[in-house]
T-cell receptor, first 115, second 114 residues
Framework: AQKITQTQPGMFVQEKEAVTLDCTYD???????LFWYKQPSSGEMIFLIY??????QNATEGRYSLNFQKARKSANLVISASQLGDSAMYFC????????????FGQGTRLTINP | DTGVSQNPRHKITKRGQNVTFRCDPI?????LYWYRQTLGQGPEFLTY??????LEKSRLLSDRFSAERPKGSFSTLEIQRTEQGDSAMYLC?????WGQGGYTFGSGTRLTVV
């Protein structure tokens, strides 16, 4: 069964600093996808970045990059040059690339950016 | 395309009442998912449709829950005889079959059972 672990319940960072949010996963399957979502207080889940298990390069999307270490089963999110608007809950999730492709989420990390 | 739309945004109901939520996915997305998110937790999968067929249901989906997606377009999630433990955010997401990075979530319906 899939399992996602986010060990940081809360993170506090100064504006403009870089921040790394940790995510480890457990799966016996070889074909899977890893996602990061941002959830502001309004509730919607905003897609940030995706990494496929067979992708050799780490994914990047603007200020977001995913540090994918397959052997360690980790998929950490790096936000460069943090902004006040980055304050939100962040969820790591994974899915198998077959079947229903449902997402399994971690418990999330609450990120607070201080001015 | 305006994304995934969920209605209502908030619902307060008395214990024992029935409630129904609606999700309008992105029109070209043939996959639709319902998730439930309780306070301080990540979303948990409830059920999945491919077009109009409900192909998978979680054990979280008790007999009091039913979901439909007539004609493969919008979907409804009904909870009968609501209990206080049903209080949560109900999120809908849609995607294309290949799923890669393509999940789009709605803003959710927050249910409070009093």
């Amino acid at each position: 069964a899939q399992k996602i672990t986010q060990t940081q319940p809360g993170m506090f960072v100064q504006e403009k600093e870089a921040v790394t949010l940790d995510c480890t996963y457990d799966t016996s399957d070889q074909s899977y996808g890893l996602f990061w979502y941002k959830q502001p207080s309004s509730g919607e889940m905003i897609f940030l970045i995706y990494q496929g298990s067979y992708d050799e390069q780490n994914a990047t999307e603007g200020r977001y990059s995913l540090n994918f270490q397959k052997a360690r089963k980790s998929a950490n999110l790096v936000i460069s040059a943090s902004q006040l608007g980055d304050s939100a809950m962040y969820f790591c999730a994974m899915t198998y690339l077959q079947g229903a492709q449902k997402l399994v989420f971690g418990q999330g990390t609450r990120l607070t950016i201080n001015p | 395309d305006t994304g995934v739309s969920q209605n209502p945004r908030h619902k307060i109901t008395k214990r024992g009442q029935n409630v129904t939520f609606r999700c309008d996915p992105i029109s070209e997305h043939n996959r639709l998912y319902w998730y439930r998110q309780t306070l301080g937790q990540g979303p948990e999968f409830l059920t999945y449709f491919q077009n109009e067929a409900q192909l998978e249901k979680s054990r979280l989906l008790s007999d009091r829950f039913s979901a439909e997606r007539p004609k493969g377009s919008f979907s409804t999630l009904e909870i009968q005889r609501t209990e206080q433990g049903d209080s949560a955010m109900y999120l809908c997401a849609s995607s294309l079959s290949w799923g890669q990075g393509g999940y789009t979530f709605g803003s959710g319906t927050r249910l409070t059972v009093v």
